[in-house]
C-alpha cells in the first residue's frame, strides 16, 4: 500500500461534507440537504411567484401556495366555484389556466402568445362535435361547442397570463419531457399527442420530435428574451421532474427514453444555472430520485412522488430562501394520498397509459 | 291531530297568513311555526332533542323556539338552493356563448352547469345535514319572482333578470329535480301551476298584489307571495307525502 506523503495536499481534503458522497448520501444530515441548493436569486415569502410546467409542477404550484408563498394566480376559480370543480376545470392547478408544460418549446410558445399583440389562431381539436383547444386540451374536459368559442376562450386565457407575467418576479419552470408531438401545420408543439384527449392521430399533421439539449437551451434563452424584450423583469428558476416517462415514442425503451429526457433537461439547467444570471436551478429531482435529503421519494407505484418528498422539498427551498420568515414546511393538512396522487394530479401524460393496446 | 310545522326564512308569512285555508282545507293539522332570525341555518341551534331556537338578537314578536320532537312532519320552506353562489358566479362571469354582460371572465357552459349541479347538492345536503337526516323533512325552495319584481331585491330576483335567465332556471329546476331523485331528500319544487314561465311566478301571486293600499310596502314586494300561494304549494308538499295526509279525503291519516 503506497503511502501519501504527509505535506501533500489534495483539492478535496477541506471541502465539506456535502461534497462526499457517504456524508452527503449515505448519511445526510440538516447540513448537507441545506447545501443541496445555494440560490442566486433572493427570494421571499412576498416575491410574486409564478408557476408552470410538467406534472410535478401540480405539487410545486400547491405546496407553495398553501405554505403561503406569494404564488400568482391570474385565473383563480376556487372561491366562486369550490377547488375540486375549478381543478377538474384547469383554474388554480398553476398561475393560468394553461394546463401542464412538458417542455421548454411549448413554455417559449406560450409566452410569445401571451406577449403579442397578434397571437397565433387557436389550435383546434375536434372529438365527438366538441371542440378543444389543442395547446391544453385537458382545460374543459368536454370541449366547447364551436371553434369560435375555443378562440374566445384562448383569448381570456393569454391576457390573464400577459396580467401574470407582468407581476411575476420569478417563473418557477418545472421541465418534464423532451420527447414531444409537433402539429405539422403550425410548428407548433402540443402538450400531448393527438387522440389522446381530442384530435386524431394522423402522421401527415404530426410528427414526433425529441428535443436535443441545444434546443432545450435555445427555446429557455428566447423565452428569457423574449420577458425582457417587454420589459418584464422575472428571472427563471428550473426544475426538473422526477415523474418518469408513461410511454416513449422514441422507438427505445421507456427506461433509456427517461434516463435521456432528463440528462437533456438537468445538463441544459446546469449549463443556464452556470452561465446565465437569468437562470438558477432547484433540486427537486434530485430531492425526490437520490438519497441527498433523504429519500428516494417515490409512491408505491414506482412513479409518482411521495408526499413526504413534496414536503421536503418545499423545506429545502424554504430554508435557502428569506430565513425565519419563510414558511417551512406544507401545513398539517397538506397531505396527498399517494393512491390518490395519478387521479388528484392532473396529467395528459396518464392517457397515455390508458390508450395502451 | 297531526303536528306538523312550517319553519324558514321570510316566506314563512304567507304560510302563516294561509294557516285558516290550510287547515280548513286539511282537518286535523295542528301547525306550527317557526322562522329563523336572520334568514340562514347558523341563526338557530337545532339540538339533539329537538329543540330549533333563535341564536343572538331576533324579533321578540316572532316565536324564538320551537319542539321538533314534537311535530309528525316538518315543512322548511323558502331555501335558495344554490341560488346565493349562483349569484356570486354570474356577477363575476359570463358564460362562454350566451349574452355578453360585461363581465371580464368567461366560463364555459360545462362549468356553469356543473357548478349548479354542485351547489344544488351541497345546499341539499347542508339542510339535511342540519335537520339531521331527519325522515320528517320536507324542503321547498323559494318561490320564483314575478316580472316585476327589481333585479337586485333578492339573489332570485338577480337571477331572474340576468339575459340568460332563460336558460339558467331551468337548469336550476334539473338540479333539484334530480337531488331530489338521487338524495333521500324530500324536495317539493313550485308546481307548475304556479309559475308563468321557467323563470316567473304569475304577477297576481304576488305579496304585494294582495295586500290593502295601506299595508303595502315600498318598493313592492314581488319576491314573497299570497296565502293563496302559499296553500297550493302546501297542497304539493301533501301530495308527496300520502303516509302523513290523506290527500282524497282531505283529512290527515291521524285523524281519520
Same mark, same amino acid.
Given at each position: 500500500m503506497?503511502?501519501r506523503?504527509?505535506?501533500?495536499?489534495?483539492?478535496?481534503?477541506?471541502?465539506?461534507?456535502?461534497?462526499?458522497?457517504?456524508?452527503?448520501m449515505?448519511?445526510?444530515?440538516e447540513e448537507?440537504?441545506?447545501?443541496?441548493?445555494a440560490?442566486?436569486?433572493?427570494i421571499?415569502?412576498?416575491?410574486?411567484?409564478?408557476?408552470a410546467g410538467?406534472?410535478?409542477?401540480q405539487?410545486?404550484?400547491?405546496?407553495l401556495?398553501?405554505?403561503?408563498?406569494?404564488?400568482?394566480?391570474g385565473e383563480?376559480?376556487?372561491?366562486?366555484?369550490?377547488?375540486?370543480l375549478?381543478r377538474?376545470?384547469?383554474y388554480?392547478?398553476?398561475s393560468?389556466?394553461?394546463?401542464?408544460?412538458?417542455?421548454?418549446?411549448?413554455l417559449?410558445?406560450?409566452?410569445?402568445?401571451?406577449?403579442?399583440?397578434s397571437p397565433?389562431?387557436?389550435?383546434?381539436?375536434e372529438?365527438d362535435?366538441?371542440f378543444?383547444d389543442?395547446?391544453?386540451?385537458?382545460?374543459?374536459?368536454?370541449?366547447l361547442?364551436?371553434?369560435?368559442?375555443?378562440?374566445?376562450a384562448r383569448?381570456?386565457?393569454?391576457?390573464a397570463l400577459?396580467?401574470?407575467l407582468?407581476?411575476a418576479?420569478l417563473?418557477?419552470?418545472t421541465l418534464?419531457?423532451?420527447?414531444?408531438?409537433?402539429?405539422?401545420a403550425?410548428g407548433?408543439?402540443?402538450?400531448? %399527442?393527438?387522440?389522446t384527449?381530442?384530435?386524431?392521430?394522423d402522421?401527415e399533421?404530426?410528427?414526433?420530435?425529441?428535443?436535443?439539449?441545444?434546443?432545450?437551451?435555445?427555446?429557455?434563452?428566447a423565452?428569457?428574451?423574449?420577458?425582457?424584450?417587454?420589459g418584464?423583469?422575472?428571472?427563471?428558476?428550473?426544475t426538473?421532474?422526477?415523474?418518469?416517462?408513461t410511454a416513449t415514442a422514441?422507438?427505445?425503451?421507456v427506461?433509456s427514453?427517461?434516463?435521456?429526457?432528463?440528462?437533456?433537461?438537468?445538463?441544459?439547467?446546469?449549463?443556464?444555472?452556470?452561465?446565465?444570471p437569468d437562470?438558477?436551478?432547484?433540486p427537486?429531482?434530485?430531492?425526490?430520485?437520490?438519497?441527498?435529503?433523504?429519500g428516494?421519494?417515490?409512491?408505491?407505484?414506482?412513479?409518482?412522488?411521495?408526499p413526504d418528498g413534496v414536503?421536503?422539498v418545499l423545506?429545502?427551498?424554504?430554508? %435557502?430562501?428569506a430565513?425565519?420568515?419563510?414558511?417551512?414546511t406544507a401545513?398539517?393538512n397538506?397531505?396527498?394520498?399517494?393512491?390518490?396522487?395519478a387521479?388528484e394530479?392532473a396529467?395528459?401524460?396518464?392517457?397515455?397509459?390508458?390508450?395502451?393496446? | 291531530?297531526?303536528?306538523?310545522?312550517?319553519i324558514?326564512?321570510?316566506?314563512?308569512?304567507?304560510?302563516?297568513?294561509a294557516?285558516t285555508a290550510?287547515?280548513?282545507?286539511?282537518?286535523?293539522?295542528?301547525?306550527?311555526?317557526?322562522?329563523?332570525?336572520?334568514?340562514?341555518?347558523?341563526?338557530?341551534?337545532h339540538?339533539e332533542t329537538g329543540?330549533?331556537?333563535a341564536?343572538?338578537e331576533?324579533?321578540?314578536?316572532?316565536?324564538?323556539?320551537?319542539?321538533?320532537?314534537?311535530?309528525?312532519g316538518?315543512?322548511?320552506?323558502?331555501?335558495?338552493?344554490?341560488?346565493?353562489?349562483?349569484?356570486?358566479l354570474l356577477?363575476a362571469?359570463?358564460v362562454?356563448?350566451?349574452a355578453d354582460?360585461g363581465?371580464?371572465r368567461?366560463?364555459?357552459?360545462a362549468l356553469?352547469?356543473?357548478?349548479?349541479?354542485?351547489?344544488?347538492?351541497?345546499?341539499?345536503?347542508?339542510?339535511?345535514k342540519y335537520?339531521?337526516?331527519?325522515?320528517?323533512f320536507a324542503?321547498?325552495?323559494q318561490?320564483?319572482?314575478?316580472?316585476l319584481?327589481e333585479?337586485?331585491?333578492?339573489?332570485?330576483a338577480?337571477l331572474a333578470?340576468h339575459?340568460?335567465?332563460a336558460r339558467?332556471?331551468?337548469? /336550476?329546476h334539473?338540479?333539484?329535480?334530480?337531488?331530489?331523485r338521487?338524495?333521500?331528500?324530500?324536495?317539493?319544487?313550485q308546481?307548475d301551476?304556479?309559475r308563468?314561465?321557467a323563470?316567473?311566478?304569475p304577477?297576481?301571486?304576488?305579496r304585494t298584489?294582495?295586500?290593502?293600499r295601506?299595508?303595502?310596502?315600498?318598493?313592492?314586494d314581488?319576491?314573497?307571495m299570497?296565502?293563496?300561494?302559499?296553500?297550493?304549494?302546501?297542497?304539493?308538499?301533501?301530495e308527496? /307525502?300520502?303516509?302523513?295526509?290523506?290527500?282524497?279525503?282531505?283529512?290527515?291519516?291521524?285523524?281519520?
Amino acid at each position: 500500500m503506497p503511502r501519501r506523503p504527509t505535506d501533500r495536499r489534495s483539492p478535496y481534503q477541506d471541502l465539506p461534507a456535502a461534497a462526499f458522497w457517504r456524508s452527503a448520501m449515505r448519511t445526510p444530515d440538516e447540513e448537507t440537504v441545506a447545501a443541496l441548493y445555494a440560490p442566486k436569486f433572493t427570494i421571499t415569502p412576498q416575491t410574486p411567484l409564478m408557476t408552470a410546467g410538467s406534472c410535478f409542477a401540480q405539487h410545486m404550484h400547491r405546496a407553495l401556495s398553501r405554505a403561503g408563498w406569494h404564488v400568482l394566480q391570474g385565473e383563480g376559480m376556487a372561491d366562486l366555484v369550490g377547488a375540486n370543480l375549478a381543478r377538474e376545470f384547469g383554474y388554480d392547478v398553476y398561475s393560468a389556466r394553461y394546463g401542464n408544460i412538458y417542455t421548454a418549446r411549448q413554455l417559449r410558445q406560450l409566452v410569445e402568445d401571451a406577449l403579442s399583440d397578434s397571437p397565433r389562431p387557436a389550435l383546434v381539436w375536434e372529438r365527438d362535435g366538441r371542440f378543444f383547444d389543442a395547446l391544453r386540451p385537458g382545460v374543459e374536459p368536454d370541449g366547447l361547442d364551436t371553434p369560435d368559442l375555443v378562440e374566445t376562450a384562448r383569448a381570456d386565457h393569454l391576457a390573464a397570463l400577459r396580467d401574470v407575467l407582468q407581476q411575476a418576479q420569478l417563473v418557477v419552470f418545472t421541465l418534464g419531457l423532451t420527447e414531444c408531438w409537433i402539429d405539422t401545420a403550425t410548428g407548433l408543439a402540443l402538450p400531448t %399527442a393527438p387522440g389522446t384527449v381530442a384530435g386524431r392521430y394522423d402522421p401527415e399533421t404530426v410528427r414526433f420530435h425529441n428535443f436535443t439539449q441545444a434546443e432545450v437551451l435555445a427555446d429557455l434563452r428566447a423565452t428569457r428574451d423574449l420577458l425582457r424584450a417587454h420589459g418584464l423583469a422575472a428571472r427563471i428558476l428550473l426544475t426538473v421532474s422526477p415523474v418518469p416517462l408513461t410511454a416513449t415514442a422514441s422507438g427505445g425503451h421507456v427506461g433509456s427514453a427517461t434516463s435521456y429526457s432528463k440528462s437533456v433537461l438537468r445538463a441544459a439547467c446546469g449549463e443556464l444555472q452556470a452561465t446565465d444570471p437569468d437562470f438558477d436551478y432547484f433540486p427537486a429531482y434530485e430531492i425526490i430520485t437520490t438519497s441527498a435529503a433523504g429519500g428516494p421519494y417515490f409512491a408505491r407505484n414506482g412513479r409518482d412522488p411521495h408526499p413526504d418528498g413534496v414536503e421536503t422539498v418545499l423545506g429545502v427551498f424554504a430554508m %435557502a430562501h428569506a430565513g425565519a420568515d419563510a414558511p417551512m414546511t406544507a401545513p398539517a393538512n397538506y397531505h396527498v394520498d399517494s393512491a390518490k396522487t395519478a387521479e388528484e394530479i392532473a396529467c395528459e401524460e396518464i392517457l397515455l397509459e390508458a390508450f395502451r393496446k | 291531530m297531526t303536528k306538523l310545522a312550517i319553519i324558514g326564512n321570510s316566506h314563512v308569512g304567507a304560510y302563516v297568513e294561509a294557516r285558516t285555508a290550510i287547515e280548513a282545507a286539511f282537518p286535523g293539522l295542528d301547525l306550527s311555526f317557526f322562522v329563523f332570525p336572520r334568514h340562514d341555518l347558523k341563526s338557530a341551534r337545532h339540538d339533539e332533542t329537538g329543540l330549533l331556537a333563535a341564536v343572538g338578537e331576533h324579533n321578540t314578536a316572532l316565536p324564538t323556539e320551537i319542539d321538533l320532537s314534537a311535530q309528525d312532519g316538518i315543512l322548511v320552506v323558502g331555501q335558495p338552493f344554490g341560488m346565493i353562489g349562483l349569484n356570486a358566479l354570474l356577477a363575476a362571469a359570463d358564460v362562454l356563448g350566451w349574452a355578453d354582460t360585461g363581465k371580464s371572465r368567461n366560463i364555459s357552459p360545462a362549468l356553469f352547469a356543473a357548478y349548479l349541479g354542485n351547489a344544488v347538492n351541497l345546499a341539499a345536503r347542508r339542510l339535511m345535514k342540519y335537520f339531521r337526516d331527519d325522515g320528517r323533512f320536507a324542503y321547498a325552495p323559494q318561490p320564483l319572482v314575478t316580472d316585476l319584481a327589481e333585479a337586485g331585491s333578492s339573489k332570485m330576483a338577480s337571477l331572474a333578470a340576468h339575459p340568460e335567465a332563460a336558460r339558467i332556471f331551468p337548469l /336550476w329546476h334539473d338540479a333539484l329535480a334530480r337531488v331530489a331523485r338521487e338524495l333521500p331528500c324530500r324536495i317539493v319544487p313550485q308546481p307548475d301551476h304556479l309559475r308563468d314561465s321557467a323563470v316567473f311566478t304569475p304577477r297576481r301571486l304576488a305579496r304585494t298584489a294582495a295586500l290593502p293600499r295601506e299595508k303595502t310596502p315600498g318598493p313592492a314586494d314581488h319576491i314573497h307571495m299570497t296565502p293563496e300561494y302559499a296553500l297550493e304549494h302546501f297542497r304539493a308538499f301533501a301530495e308527496t /307525502w300520502p303516509e302523513l295526509f290523506d290527500t282524497t279525503g282531505r283529512k290527515s291519516k291521524k285523524e281519520s
